[in-house]
């Protein structure tokens, strides 16, 4: 059943259920399908991590996978049976598979205010630093600790961001984002992976697209609450009357 909905190649999200994932955060890692057969999957990690920088899997975790499918979303429930190394995992899956609709989530173009940090293929300590970032940003006295963001056009979802950047940076690197969508709100802070890169408009520039990989299901829903209201307030300047 699962060679007929996963194939070698096809990418994986993986969602971990147990170890360091809160209920109350999103957590996902991108993989590819390997090895298909039976009840298992043999699915390989695309980041480069330094040693002692890879994800920490461990034996019997639970893992979703969800994937697509002849158009549909599929999702599966394994546990590792095993690791080869350190970006080799294999998984068994012995519950049936969810297939399910995908929705596209809504995209605007706006202005936010925007920083980043690379991840260098220090994957394990940029999810602690995630995590503690996340913490400190829910104290109130965080707020009067914030300093001012450059703001600069962006293509913004709750799933993930497109912007210009000066820098060379190749999928799938990892990157820390701290997003402040209005200047008084408490910023985002988010791990997102970059699923693509191409040459921009401007000289010796790039645009990333991200996919948020790590982040907190109220920062997500403060997006799309922020997506949503953005959009609405645009339609509306659109449909306005031109008095001149």
């Avoid at 191409?198 to 299901?217: C, V, Y």
Wanted: hydrophobic share 35%; proline share 7%.
């Amino acid at each position: 059943m699962l060679s007929k909905y996963f194939k070698p190649g096809q990418k994986v999200q993986i969602y971990p259920q147990t170890g360091a994932a809160s209920p109350d955060q999103l957590e996902s890692l991108t993989a590819h399908v390997v090895n298909c057969g039976g009840e298992g999957l043999e699915l390989s990690l695309p980041y480069q991590t330094h040693a002692g920088e890879e994800y920490p899997f461990q034996r019997d975790m639970v893992l979703d996978l969800v994937s697509q499918s002849f158009g549909l979303g599929v999702r599966a429930r394994g546990r590792i049976a095993g690791l080869r190394d350190k970006s080799l995992i294999q998984v068994s899956c012995s519950t049936p598979l969810e297939a399910f609709q995908r929705r596209t989530q809504p995209r605007i173009e706006v202005s936010v205010g925007l920083r980043y940090a690379r991840g260098r293929g220090n994957l394990r300590s940029m999810l602690d630093k995630w995590r503690k970032n996340v913490a400190l940003l829910q104290q109130s006295c965080a707020a009067e600790r914030r300093q001012n963001f450059t703001y600069r056009p962006a293509n913004l979802s709750g799933g993930g961001i497109r912007f210009d950047c000066p820098e060379q940076i190749e999928p799938p690197e990892l990157c820390m984002l701290l997003l402040e969508l209005t200047p008084d709100t408490p910023p985002v802070c988010a791990l997102a992976e970059i699923a693509w890169a191409r040459p921009a408009e401007k000289p010796g520039w790039n645009t990333l697209g991200m996919q948020f990989t790590h982040i907190s299901k109220a920062d997500q829903k403060r997006i799309f609450d922020f997506v949503a209201q953005t959009r609405h307030r645009q339609e509306q300047a659109a449909n306005e009357p031109d008095d001149s």
